[in-house]
């Protein structure tokens, strides 16, 4: 059974660090496509950044590059998503999803496991 768990969401000021992780079960992170995606009240789910099934290959919204950084840890069976210089419109809860099948790593639609989010949130 595929289980995700988000952790290190908080509350830091505008241009500030964080370091989400998701913790996943059931499966091994490699062979499944990965992402981080972020939603605010009142708009849809957006993809930040992801993982392509079995490859190394890394994908980002324009909004995050050059600013945040996916990564994951075969061993300990994590994906984490390293957030720096934060801007209050990255506020938002994250959640962390999993697919072994998906198409396009950063569209909600293409993922069936994901986790109960973490909220970040980040003041000016």
């Known amino acids: 059974q595929v289980h995700l768990v988000e952790s290190g969401g908080d509350s830091v000021q505008a241009g500030g660090s964080l370091r989400l992780s998701c913790a996943a079960s059931?499966?091994?992170?490699?062979?499944?496509?990965m992402a981080w995606f972020r939603q605010v009240p009142g708009r849809e789910r957006e993809g930040v950044a992801g993982?392509?099934?079995?490859?190394?290959?890394?994908y980002y919204a324009n909004s995050v590059k050059d600013r945040f950084t996916i990564s994951r840890d075969n061993a300990k069976n994590t994906l984490y998503l390293q957030m720096n210089s934060l801007k209050p419109e990255d506020t938002g809860m994250y959640y962390c999803?999993?697919?072994?099948?998906?198409?396009?790593?950063?569209?909600?639609?293409?993922?069936?496991?994901w986790g109960q989010g973490t909220q970040v949130t980040v003041s000016s």
């Open positions: 993982f392509y099934r079995q490859t190394d290959n890394t």
């Open positions: 059931g499966y091994r992170v490699r062979d499944y496509c």
């Open positions: 999803a999993a697919d072994p099948l998906c198409t396009i790593v950063l569209r909600p639609n293409d993922y069936i496991y």
